[in-house]
Structure formats: structure tokens, C-alpha cells
């Protein structure tokens, strides 16, 4: 709940835009972009509070630092910036931050003030951004290190920023002088990361030593190289307590004696895995040995593991038995799958290809395929690729070369139908582009136990976050149990920058309700809440596609439908290949 201290209240933040590059003119102000909690301080009458970037109090993690605004010599402010703690290097370490706060007292928490909203009865946010640091440079002469003035430059974007990543900081934030200040997300303000994020095979961990439940201490991460697999550093940062026990849980089915990696490296303490698990890591840079630098742990990429964490129940392992299928051409078995026939399917593209071919036409595709009694996502060498059919030579996420297939016709669509593919899965990118994510998409993906006008709920939620933010998006419900929004994205936006958005996003609906909805793919911790699936996004990632059909009973379909429709209570399975432009007409309970 937002609240107010005295007259004065909370007031929403203004967020700079993700670029890739800051501006060059001289009209900027550039700022080093601290690594830490945004948070506003809230003056009045002789007392302090201290507010999150979702208007939650917080005045009792930052004792110190509400102390110190207290006694500043004013009646009233409203100060914006973060709440910061520099580690050994003297940089903003945000591990360091979160094990401080459970030290509301402790001198190391610091808050970097870098806007002054209101002085004294004054509303400032109308004057410009060059004025209102001024003022807040003022009031801030004595009260450092506790709270410090947050200096800028103005000297060259490019240089600023080239800086800041030499010295290891996050990245920059260029404001413009003369802007005033206007809540949500604005193109006044302008951020550029140093940091970098992708996704690697895990190749071993270290065990945190008397640990019980045991736990890691750390991973070792490793990249592809062609057919060579290759150390690439140690993540030992980013973990949470239950991360930590979660991952090595994670990985105990698949120790091995010997090191996976192509050129062997010694690791006295590792325990060597099979490198199945792949994790989300963030970097700052790669050395000229392929090594990251500053890895930190983000998260386990569920959606992308090549086989189960457990081993496979007998039923899976006679039915792996008995297909054809070479094993590396298996990304990950669908054993439940219900595939319609060829005939089905060529019927069903002849009727919807004019609509389909809007959202599947000129994309890069991963398949579902139903061949030899099996159904999986397909990896690896494809089989004979008819002419309609065209080849995209990419360079892989984990090295070397793959082939991926795009159509651009209804012929296209029969040929992926020769090729025994079932469901189409196209990039949030076009084969004119691949390396510019021309649309972003977030999966509502319910746990067990969430009822259906939850799934509703969430999405108008989102639908109203993701408008805020200038995007204007779609639904589409999935033909499985979820519902997918697709916001179209300006030009030239990388995959990285598109994935950081909709991780953004997705964290706005978590703060406001974190019991309802969470980021996290496993299924224990999602059971009575919706995942909110932002790893759709990203260079190669993908979600199914506007259109495609689902292997499951039934054989629903990938469906766009209307914002009324949704409020309307339209199921995930209303459209079929049967009926693709008429939905079946249920009563909801």
C-alpha cells in the first residue's frame, strides 16, 4: 500500500528508456547508474520516511539513512535516488546491499540523491532537471557519506559510459538538463548497460562446505564451441539461500566422475555434471580466452533443458525405446503429446494460411515434430527440407552454425508439414533482422491450483503495465492453459534490451502482488501462482505461434482473440483446427 507522510505523499518515479548507446549533443547530463534499491525520501516536519519504487514503506530497513534526512535544515522535501552499499572495490555492490538490510543501523547503507521533487511547500518537478540538482546540492553539503549528492558530468555520453564499464559499474543514466520531471518511463532520461546476460551450460559446482541442506557455493559455466565444449568461468554470486539449494538439487542426478569439457582444466573442488542444465548468467565482458567477466548467477533456464532433471519414469523410457528418433536430434520429449494426422493438417493450413502467415511468415522457426510414433522439440540436423522451405544460416547462441527454417507462403507451410512438424514456434524476429527483436512477449503460465479468471485478471493487469510503458499489446490465449501478450517494438531493438523489458515488466505485477505471480519456472514454487514467463524473449527464444496448432487432445490452436473476449472469459482451448475462427462457447464457473 502506498502511503503518505503528513501533507506530502509518495510519488511515482520517473524511469529512464534502455538504449544501446548514450546520446552524444551537449544538452545531457550523464550519471553512473548505481547498483542498488531506488528509493525516495520523504521530508516533513521534523520526520522522515523512506518509500521502494513501489510506494512501499521502508523506513525501517534504512534507519540511518531516514535519521539523516530527518535532520536536514528544511520543513519539507521529497529527495529521489538509491539506496546504495559500496563494496571492497569502492563500487555500488548489490550483494553486498541485500545482506546490510537486515541491518537497519549499519553505517554502510548509503543513499545517492540524485533528484529534489519538492523543497520547502514547493512542487519543483516543473523546473528543469539543471535547477533542481542544484537545489539538492545545496541542501546535501553536510550530510555525506549518509547521504551523498549524486555528481554528474557533462561531457561525452560516449566517454562517460566508456569510463564506467572500464571501473566495473552497471552502465550510465543520461538525463537531459533542461527536462522536467514526469513519472513513468520517459525518453528524457536514457540508460546504457555495461552488463551483458546469456545463457550457458553448467559443467560443475562447487559444494558449500557443512551445508545442511546442502547447497552450492558456486557453478562452473561452460560455451560451445562447435562441437567443442569449453570452460567459460565461475558464477559465484546471485545466488538466494533457496536458490542455492534448489540448483543443487537440480544438478545431483547428473554427477558424473570426469569433466564434460573438451580441453581439461583443473577445478580440485568441482563436482562434475553433465552438461544438460543450462543457467541465465549476466557479464560484464568476455576475455580474449572466451572467459566471462563478473559472472553472477541470474536464474536456471527451464525452458531450455534438453532432458528432465529426474531420470525418466519407465513408462518415458519404453516409449523412448521404442521411436526412431536419434537422441540428438531431441531437444525435449513430449511423451503425452497427441499429434493430428498429415491429412489434418495440410486441410487446416489451406484454410488459415492468409491469416497465419501475418504472424509465421518470414520468421525463423523452431519445430515440434511427430515422427516415428514420437513427438519432440526438434534440434540439430533436419531432416530433407522440401524447396518451399527456406534455410537461414545463423551463428548459435553456444557457437558454430546452425540451419533454421522459414516460410513465407502456404507451399511453406505444407513443406514444414512434409517435414513431419506438428507446432511452429517462430523468433520474436524476422529473417530481414534476426539480430532486432521486432516484438515482445510475455506467457501468463498458471501453476497448479490457479483458476482460470486469475489467468484473465493477470493479463488486464499486464495489458494496463505494459500501456503505461508506452507498448501496446494483444492476447493471444495458447491452446494449452495460458495466455500470451505481443506488443510490437520500435526498430533496432536488440534481443537483450527486448528481454530486459519484459523482465521489467513482468517484476511491476510481482511487486504489486508477489503471493499471485513470480518469475521463477519451478513447479514448487509456482503451485497457486503465475509464472510470468519474460525468457520468451531473447535472441532464438520463442513462444508458440499465432496460429499454430498444439499437439494435445483436442488439437486446439495458438489463437489471437480481442481484449472483450477476454474479459468475456474466453478459455486457452477455445479455437480448434477444426473450428479456427469460430470459438466454442463454454460457460465459465
Given at each position: ?19 544501446e548507446?548514450?546520446?552524444a549533443?551537449a ?5 553512473i ?70 541491518n ?17 511547500g ?70 546504457v ?31 560451445w564451441?562447435?562441437?567443442r ?12 539461500l ?23 582444466i ?19 565482458g568476455v ?17 531450455l ?9 519407465p513408462?518415458k523410457r519404453?516409449?523412448?525405446?521404442q ?17 493430428p ?11 488459415v ?9 518470414r ?11 514420437a ?46 512438424a ?14 532486432h ?12 491450483g ?13 495489458r ?18 495460458g495466455?500470451?501478450?505481443t506488443?510490437?517494438?520500435a ?7 527486448a ?22 519456472a ?11 514467463d ?10 508458440v505461434g ?44
Amino acid at each position: 500500500m502506498r502511503k503518505s507522510t503528513g501533507h506530502l505523499a509518495f510519488i511515482e518515479f520517473q524511469s529512464p528508456t534502455l538504449v544501446e548507446n548514450a546520446p552524444a549533443d551537449a544538452d545531457w547530463l550523464h550519471e553512473i547508474k548505481y547498483d542498488g534499491y531506488r528509493t525516495e525520501l520523504i521530508v516533513e516536519g521534523g520526520a522522515a520516511r523512506a518509500f521502494t519504487r513501489r510506494g512501499y514503506d521502508w523506513s525501517h530497513r534504512y534507519k540511518r539513512i531516514v535519521q539523516t534526512a530527518a535532520n536536514l535544515p528544511v520543513r519539507s522535501a521529497i529527495l529521489d535516488g538509491e539506496a546504495v552499499v559500496l563494496g571492497k572495490t569502492g563500487l555500488p555492490d548489490f550483494q553486498a546491499l541485500e545482506r546490510e538490510l537486515g541491518n537497519p543501523n549499519s553505517p554502510k547503507l548509503m543513499f545517492f540523491a540524485f533528484d529534489l521533487l519538492h523543497l520547502n511547500g514547493r512542487d519543483l518537478r516543473q523546473q528543469p532537471l539543471i535547477e533542481r540538482k542544484a537545489a539538492l546540492h545545496g541542501l546535501l553539503q553536510e550530510t555525506a557519506p549518509t547521504l551523498t549528492y549524486a555528481e554528474h558530468l557533462e561531457i561525452s555520453g560516449k566517454d562517460v559510459f566508456d569510463h564506467a564499464c572500464r571501473m566495473g559499474l552497471e552502465g550510465v543514466v543520461s538525463k537531459r538538463a533542461d527536462s522536467p520531471y514526469r513519472s513513468g518511463v520517459q525518453t528524457s532520461w536514457l540508460k546504457v548497460k555495461c552488463v551483458k546476460s546469456d545463457t550457458f551450460p553448467i559443467v560443475a559446482f562447487v559444494e558449500k562446505l557443512g551445508a545442511r541442506p546442502r547447497r552450492i557455493a558456486s557453478l562452473y559455466i561452460g560455451r560451445w564451441q562447435g562441437e567443442r565444449l569449453l570452460y567459460a568461468g565461475k558464477a559465484q554470486s546471485g545466488y538466494t539461500l533457496e536458490e542455492a539449494r534448489r540448483v543443487r538439487e537440480r544438478l545431483d542426478p547428473l554427477i558424473i566422475s570426469k569433466s564434460p569439457l573438451s580441453e581439461p582444466i583443473k577445478k580440485p573442488k568441482a563436482t562434475w555434471v553433465r552438461p544438460e542444465v543450462l543457467a541465465e548468467v549476466q557479464f560484464s565482458g568476455v576475455t580474449d580466452r572466451g572467459i566471462l567477466r563478473e559472472a553472477v548467477f541470474k536464474g536456471l533456464r527451464e525452458d531450455l533443458q534438453v532432458i528432465p532433471a529426474k531420470p525418466p519414469s519407465p513408462s518415458k523410457r519404453r516409449l523412448e525405446g521404442q521411436h526412431g528418433v536419434p537422441r540428438e536430434n531431441i531437444l525435449q520429449l513430449l511423451p503425452d503429446a497427441v499429434a493430428p494426422s498429415r491429412e489434418q493438417l495440410v486441410d487446416y493450413w489451406r484454410r488459415v494460411a492468409d491469416r497465419a502467415l501475418i504472424h509465421l511468415g518470414r520468421r525463423p522457426l523452431k519445430l515440434v515434430r511427430h515422427a516415428h510414433g514420437a513427438t519432440f522439440y526438434h534440434k540439430g540436423p533436419l531432416p530433407l527440407i522440401p524447396g518451399p522451405v527456406h534455410q537461414l544460416r545463423v551463428q548459435k547462441r553456444e557457437g558454430g552454425e546452425g540451419v533454421r527454417v522459414w516460410v513465407d507462403d502456404l507451399d511453406g507451410l505444407l513443406g514444414l508439414v512434409e517435414m513431419d512438424a506438428v507446432e511452429l514456434h517462430p523468433w520474436n524476429a524476422t529473417v530481414d533482422d534476426i539480430e532486432h527483436a521486432d516484438q515482445l512477449v510475455l506467457d501468463l503460465d498458471p501453476g497448479e491450483g490457479v483458476p482460470w479468471d486469475a489467468v484473465i485478471e493477470a493479463a488486464l493487469s499486464l495489458r494496463d503495465i505494459m500501456e503505461a510503458a508506452g507498448l501496446r499489446s494483444w492476447p493471444k490465449v495458447t491452446g494449452g492453459k495460458g495466455i500470451h501478450l505481443t506488443a510490437p517494438l520500435a526498430s533496432g531493438v536488440t534481443h537483450d534490451k527486448a528481454r530486459q523489458m519484459a523482465k521489467s515488466l513482468a517484476q511491476c505485477l510481482i511487486d504489486a502482488k508477489p503471493d499471485r505471480y513470480l518469475l521463477s519456472a519451478n513447479p514448487a514454487a509456482r503451485r497457486g501462482r503465475i509464472f510470468l514467463d519474460y525468457l520468451r524473449n531473447g535472441r532464438g527464444n520463442t513462444a508458440v505461434g499465432t496460429f499454430s496448432p498444439r499437439a494435445r487432445p483436442g488439437f486446439p490452436i495458438a489463437h489471437p482473440v480481442t481484449w472483450t473476449q477476454i474479459e468475456r472469459g474466453i478459455q486457452p482451448d477455445a479455437f480448434t483446427i477444426d473450428h479456427p475462427f469460430r470459438a466454442a462457447v463454454r460457460k465459465v464457473a
